[in-house]
């Protein structure tokens, strides 16, 4: 499922992007500012959709660039668990890779799940995990710093697929030959 999001931004324009159209530079410098980038309460933003609405460019004294208010009407933390596979699934431990046991007339077939592989799948949860930075606690000021704590790092933005339906999973097992 997508959700369009509507925002408001100001775009700074360089000085060597001014023959071009305001529309691209900006949609341009929008994609590259957004596209692929998890946006605190709204998610991954995939690209810009539309700009709805441009207000007067400015351009401010020691920059040469112009300023635009603009309104605006992307991933490698996406995880399939194991029960979300189609069934029935086996890891092969000699290929370090889970493999489908699809059962035809003429017996089971081996579909493997190599990585790196386009993949179907279906989104069943989303997580958004806050990690901006924060300061020390009022118990590790205390405690003069002689111990570090290791954190460990967390995605802010993961979703969790399936590909457990009909049509779903590796792209290569539903094309016709």
Same mark, same amino acid.
């Given at each position: 499922?997508?959700?369009?999001?509507?925002?408001?931004?100001?775009? /700074? &324009?360089?000085?060597?992007?001014?023959? /071009?159209?305001?529309?691209?530079? &900006?949609?341009?410098?929008?994609?590259?500012?957004?596209?692929?980038?998890?946006?605190?309460n709204v998610g991954l933003c995939i690209c810009l959709y539309d700009i709805t609405k441009l207000e007067d460019s400015y351009i401010f004294p020691g920059d040469g660039a112009s300023h635009t208010k603009v309104s605006l009407g992307f991933f490698d933390d996406i &995880? &399939?668990?194991?029960?979300?596979?189609?069934?029935?699934?086996?890891?092969?431990?000699?290929?370090?890779?889970?493999?489908?046991?699809?059962?035809?007339?003429?017996?089971?077939?081996?579909?493997?799940?190599?990585?790196?592989?386009?993949? /179907?799948?279906?989104i069943v949860d989303e997580s958004f995990v806050d990690t901006s930075p924060t300061g020390p606690s009022s118990a590790e000021a205390s405690t003069s710093g002689a111990t570090e704590e290791v954190q460990k790092k967390e995605a802010p933005y993961t979703l969790v697929g399936s590909i457990s339906e009909p049509g779903l999973g590796l792209l290569s097992w539903w094309t016709n030959s």
């Open positions: 499922m997508f959700v369009l999001v509507e925002m408001t931004d100001t775009v /700074r &324009i360089p000085p060597w992007q001014f023959e /071009r159209k305001l529309n691209d530079s &900006i949609a341009e410098e929008l994609n590259k500012k957004l596209a692929n980038k998890v946006v605190y &995880i &399939i668990p194991p029960e979300s596979l189609q069934q029935p699934a086996k890891f092969d431990e000699a290929e370090q890779v889970w493999v489908w046991e699809y059962e035809t007339e003429e017996g089971a077939h081996d579909l493997y799940m190599d990585t790196g592989e386009e993949i /179907r799948f279906r």
